[in-house]
């Protein structure tokens, strides 16, 4: 049975992203959803590129039915799964605000050239952007993250095309190494705390609540198991991006990656000398031995450029008279969508 608690829910967005609570929502007759993840008992042990690529492969036969569409990057992990869907509709975001991304299109012109995949441009600007986010909020029942508009509007094309199912490579960061900077030291439990923390509810609401709780689950002393951290929270948070992104869209997805964990323990000496997600760049390797091991990149969106000249909000749950130069372009992503939200389901 859901609790309500609008002050609390405004501090977890702000904080992490997501509600954190399942059984908490802003409004009565609102209830959001995260996803689900994978149970330990249902998830495949990989040790090696090899066996990495042989689960992979094991998907694809059921999957043969319907018309497959893939998200394609420039990254190492949608350029892996390229491999396993010769043929097939692939999407890459174009950004027209911005010329920050013209490698990142070279290399998936390179990957879906290799595999024969007919590689879509999916045009983002504001103007592609803003109508897409209404959607998603009422969907979701809660602030989204600022990739998800886009992923909707790649859905939405991908339908149109006639694709039933995307495939996605968004698990492989976390369950691979590729968090590099979060990987990058043993963290002392505030040092970490105050690095997750995307926004400090403090610093915007004028009524927030303390989120260290959640952090205080995996206190080891004066040190935190930052590790099994990232496994509960970030999972659950980027990947319910997607769902949300794909279940507004009324479009399937899969994430081959999301049922993979690695056999042995991270060896956090290999991320930390320059090795982040070793096995999925051997793999790599093997699909594109002529290419060189691209580094990782997280999906753009250019937040910095939509939000330069934004005054900040003015509804009564945030702090008057904000310094916005304060806070970076995805903490005023954030500050912008949760207003949206709130404006959405309680207007003034």
């Known amino acids: 049975m859901s609790m309500f608690d609008k002050n609390f829910c405004m501090s977890s967005y702000l904080a992490f992203r997501y509600i954190e609570r399942d059984d908490m929502d802003f409004f009565e007759g609102l209830h959001h959803r995260n996803i689900a993840p994978v149970k330990p008992e249902d998830k495949i042990k990989v040790s090696s590129a090899d066996d990495i690529d042989a689960a992979i492969e094991k998907n694809f036969p059921k999957l043969r039915g319907k018309k497959l569409g893939l998200m394609l990057s420039g990254g190492m992990d949608s350029a892996n799964l390229a491999a396993y869907m010769i043929g097939c509709d692939a999407y890459t975001f174009r950004f027209l605000d911005g010329n920050f991304q013209s490698d990142e299109l070279e290399r998936a012109k390179y990957y879906a050239k290799t595999y024969g995949l007919k590689l879509h441009y999916v045009d983002i600007n504001w103007q592609a952007i803003e109508p897409h986010v209404d959607p998603l909020l009422k969907n979701k029942c809660a602030p989204v993250h600022s990739i998800e508009p886009q992923l909707l509007a790649a859905a939405e094309q991908a339908k149109a095309d006639g694709v039933e199912m995307l495939i996605v490579g968004e698990s492989s960061d976390l369950i ?22 995307f926004l400090n509810p403090a610093d915007a609401l004028k009524n927030p609540v303390d989120m260290s709780y959640l952090f205080e689950r ?41 049922n993979l964990v690695m056999a042995e323990p991270l060896d956090l000496q290999r991320v930390r000398n320059g090795e982040p997600k070793y096995l999925i760049r051997e793999l790599f390797a093997k699909k594109y031995p002529n290419y060189p091991i691209p580094d990782k990149v997280p999906m753009p969106r250019p937040v910095d450029f939509y939000f330069a000249d934004w005054q900040g909000p003015t509804r009564p749950e945030f702090k008057k008279n904000l310094d916005m130069k304060k806070f970076t372009g995805n903490q005023k992503w954030q500050l912008w969508c949760l207003e949206r939200f709130l404006n959405l389901f309680e207007p003034l």
């Open 176 to 197: 691979f190494g590729g968090m590099d900077k979060l990987l990058a030291q043993d963290w002392n439990f505030d040092d970490f705390a105050k690095r997750y923390t």
């Open 218 to 258: 995996y206190r080891q002393g004066d040190k935190i198991n930052f590790l099994t951290f990232m496994d509960d929270v970030f999972s659950i948070e980027s990947s319910s991006s997607y769902l949300n992104a794909f279940e507004t869209a009324q479009i399937d997805y899969f994430d081959p990656y999301a």
